[in-house]
Every structure is written in structure tokens, then in C-alpha cells.
């Protein structure tokens, strides 16, 4: 089945702030996020730290009540559910935490870990039945029958993601929001945990929502992305797209600052130069003005809406990305890829290289 699966309609998250006797304003988390999700595609959410991706992600989820704004989900209003049909939901969408250290609770073994969430929503199934299921669901993310009855210490910050993965698989989810869930983790050991995730997305139809804050992550695995600044998505389209010929300044930045591998495993994310401002007070006219360099009069008052040019362009917010590319050429546009990043995605690619090696290996000798 195609079409959409997951839509939102000007979807606004404030915190705090905004009472009638309120002397703070509030926080503009998520300011007018409209967004569609395809059916069975790779959706990546991408921007620096604090621009609202995590709060947009809680949203989508039904985690967080919106300011205003809406959520569809399969075709149905999902922001005034309850009962059962918010149970329904919850079995529908699943999320996957970011750090598989604390989202897993110690005193569990992993076999009531897995377990729980078919108690939950599968409860035709006899207790035999269910440690069937939860054996074929950790055999599916690469760990073995036999770790049910172990504890999450004993495992490695990449077998406890997959514990995660398969938690979040027990209830047949169509759609799993990953929130950032490989940056925990060693490079090597993220290769393996997103190729997992391209696989069973691929295996059984799922439709994944990634946030990251590394572009090489998502330029690895997703079919589309939104580029989010300050609340708002500023840049849009299928990913080879938004990548190799990015328009909105702040995504050419972005690019432009992707941290090496080396830095990367020190946990550096990519730093765009100047400082975010604070979503409590966005600038006016286009947010990213304070640090454009190629920002107009125009730019400090009007604001540039997500519009989709009609010229096979992706959509993007800026009222200067065709004046931009054509005055100063490819020379102003940043390099999409720097080296840098060419080596994290041949990273990336040999890694998949081998696991798709693997498992014909796999397949040849069984
Ligand atoms: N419960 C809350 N109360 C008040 N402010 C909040 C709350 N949750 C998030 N915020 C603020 O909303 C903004 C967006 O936060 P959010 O966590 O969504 O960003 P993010 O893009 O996920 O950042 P990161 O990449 O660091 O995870 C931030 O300024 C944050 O401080
Ligand atoms: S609208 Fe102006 S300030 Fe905003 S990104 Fe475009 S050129 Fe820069
Ligand atoms: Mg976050």
C-alpha cells in the first residue's frame, strides 16, 4: 500500500510562558511543522541541537499534546484519542530511545522485556506462545533464543539497542520513530544498528521516522528529509536531492560542517558558525537571518514560507536559493559532501557491503 501514513498540519508545541499574567514568553519548540509520511519510506528529521526535533517526534507520537495543529495517523485524527483507541496507536507506533542504557529497565530480563508489550496487545497469545514470539522477535534483530533469560547489564550498548528494536517490534508496529538511535554508540556499532533498521524496514514494510544529528547517518539510509531550524522545517525533498544540491543556506551549512569520524567519536556534532538564537525569541522575518551570509534587507522582515518553487525544485524557505545559486555559482554553495563525510558514508557502505555478504553466506550454506 502506498499514499500517506503519517500527516501533521501546522503542527505548533509552546512551553511555558504565554498565561495572561506570564512574564516569560514561551518556549517556540515546534512553530508550524506541516509535513506528510509516506508509507513505507525512510523519513529523516535533521537539525542542530534544541531546533525541535525531539519535541516534533513526541508530537507525531501522541506522546505530547500539540498547541494546536493536527495529527493524522492511517488516515484518522490521533490528537484527541483515548481509550482504546489511543491503545491502538501505541501499537501501531513505536519509538526507539536514544540512549539503550536507561530506556531499558535493569531488574528486567530480557525475555519479560520483549515480552511485555505482547502481553499488552497480544493477548490471544498463550505464555508459550508469547516466548516463541519474543525467541523469533530477538532472532530478527540478530541476538540469540537464548538471551531471554539474561539481564540488560550483560549485554553491549549495541545488543541493548537491538533489545530496544525488538521491544518496539513486539506489538507489529507500521511505524517506528527512532529518536537519535545510534548516536550513543561506537561508529562501527552504529553501521550495524541502522543497517538492522534499513533491513526490517525493507523485510516487513515499516515505515521509519529517523532524527539524527549526523548527516552521514541519514544520508545513508533515508529516501526523504526535512531540515528543521528553530522550530520550523526550512528545507524538504528526497534525500539525494536535499544532499547533493542543497538550497537553504542553513542546509549548506550543515552539510559543510559535518565533524570527521574521528571527531565524531568524540561525540562533536555539526556546528553551523554563530549562535542558535533562543526559540523563545525567534528573530523575526527569516529565523536564520542572524547568521545567513547571504541575508537581505527582506530577510529581517518577511518570512520566507516552505514552498515547493514548481520548477522540479524540492520545496524551501528562502526568499534568495535561485538568486544565491546563480550569482556566485557552485563557488558559494558549499561542498555537500566534504571529505570528511565521503569517509563516513564509504564507512557506512562497507559496512552494509559486508552484512549483505553475510547473509548471502548465509543463505548459500543453510
Ligand atoms: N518540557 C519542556 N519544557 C520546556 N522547554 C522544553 C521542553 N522540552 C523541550 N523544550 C525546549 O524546546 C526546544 C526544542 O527542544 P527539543 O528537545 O525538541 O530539541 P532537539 O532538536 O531534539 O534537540 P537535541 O538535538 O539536543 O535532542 C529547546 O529549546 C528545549 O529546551
Ligand atoms: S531568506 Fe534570507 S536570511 Fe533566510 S536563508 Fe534565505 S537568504 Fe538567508
Ligand atoms: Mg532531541
Redesign the pocket.
Known sequence: MTGTILKATNLTRH??GGGFLSETAP?R??DGVSLDIRRGETFAIV????????????LLMRLLAPTSGTVEFDGAEVTTLEGNRLRDLRRDMQFIF?DPFSSLNPRLTVGRLVGEPLEVHRPDLSARQRREKVAELLTQVGLLPDHMSRFPHEFSGGQRQRIGIARALASGPKLIIG??PVSALDVSVQAQIINLLGDLGRDLGLTLVI?A?DLAVIRHMSDRVAV?YL?KIVETGPAAEVFDSPRHPYTQALLASIPSPETRSEGR?ARVQGEMP??TAPPPGCRFHTRCPHAQEDCRTVEPKLEDPGTGAHPVACHHWQGIAAATGAQAVPKPRNETAEARFALYRAATEGARLEKTKKTETT
Open positions: 512551553f511555558g518556549v519548540a515546534v537539525g542542530e541541537s534544541g531546533c525541535g526535533k525531539s519535541t516534533l517526534a513526541r536514544q529518536d537519535e532524527i544529528h528543521m522550530g556534532k533562543s526559540p
